[in-house]
């Protein structure tokens, strides 16, 4: 694994899958393209994404969710004014972030977490909102919304097997339909669990298991690439990190986990780092930043992932 801790892409991570099933041949095939590549400015921790237009001081943003193009970001924010919990949605143009507002679905319920499905056709996220007309729920679900001609469509719960009395949080969802996301509650942890799709329904939730999950920390956040073969998460409070939160990357080879990497103090520091994103490319890196003690309202940051390994 020595050779992805160089640089990392697009055409790296598809050099570790290539490498690691194919042997020295995938490697060499993708050589060519290390020597092109530029060293990138690499600022600690990374930088403040879109201040004064998406990363706004009064206020908390939480998780990114672009569009394929990058030109759509659908986020959510916390604010001490209605809607207190809501998803919002705004546009690059010009090479800045137009004003951000609230979803169509969004602003009544506590909505969060943001993530548009691969093809761009389905929004899935996390919210309080009532099950077949009955009262707000006390924790979170996961649900979908689908694209419709003139927007986006009517919520749909994912169902009983999905969602638990326990909270379900941070979809993130592969190109054949396969849902990942954390599961715990506040006063217990979280593990980071996935569901098959199957026709119109999903199967019983699978702990992604010891690779990645943990018995003494919480593991959360997960972010999973297209192909599920990258996964990047969070987690609380786990031996040799560098804060109260940090991020790590596992790889699915052959249908396992690999053993869970800290990103390192590219992107890691004594605050707390969570909300992981990775734009289509993998190129860019997003993340929230939070201080705690005293209490700083969240804001979003990026960096880009070549940096991770200099």
């Known amino acids: 694994m020595h050779r992805f801790a160089r640089q990392w892409s697009m055409n790296v991570l598809l050099a570790v899958s290539s490498m690691v099933v194919s042997g020295a041949a995938g490697a060499q095939e993708l050589e060519p393209e290390f020597a092109s590549w530029e060293r990138p400015r690499c600022e600690p921790g990374g930088s403040l994404f879109a201040p004064g237009e998406i990363s706004l001081e009064e206020r908390s943003e939480y998780r990114l969710a672009l569009s394929a193009d990058g030109k759509t970001a659908y986020y959510h924010v916390d604010s001490d004014t209605p809607p207190y919990q809501a998803i919002y949605v705004t546009q690059l143009k010009n090479g800045h972030w137009g004003p951000g507002e ?19 056709q389905s929004l899935f996220y996390s919210s309080t ?18 694209r419709v001609r003139n927007g986006w469509g009517t919520p749909e719960h994912l169902g009983p097997l999905v969602n638990s009395p326990r909270e379900e949080l941070y979809p993130s969802v592969t190109r054949d339909g396969t849902v990942y996301f954390a599961s715990g509650t506040f006063e217990t942890d979280f593990e980071m669990y996935r569901v098959r799709r199957q026709g119109n329904h999903y199967t019983a939730p699978e702990n992604l298991g010891p690779a990645v999950n943990t018995p003494d920390s919480w593991e959360y956040n997960p972010w999973v690439s297209p192909d599920g073969r990258v996964l990047v998460f969070a987690s609380l409070n786990r031996p040799g990190g560098y804060g109260l939160g940090d991020l790590y990357v596992s790889f699915n080879v052959a249908g396992h986990w690999t053993p869970a990497a800290n990103l390192g103090p590219a992107v890691n520091t004594e605050k707390d780092e969570f909300h992981p994103t990775l734009s289509r490319d993998l190129g860019q890196l997003y993340f929230v930043r939070q201080t705690w003690d005293p209490f700083v309202p969240s804001d979003l940051y990026h960096l880009d992932t070549r940096c991770l390994w200099q």
Not at 102 to 120: A, H, M, R
Not at 129 to 145: I, S
């Open 102 to 120: 609230v979803v169509s679905f969004s602003g009544t319920y506590k909505d969060s977490d943001p993530f548009l499905s691969p093809d761009g």
């Open 129 to 146: 909102r009532p099950v077949n007309g009955g009262a707000e729920r006390p924790d979170t679900d996961l649900w979908v919304v689908h």
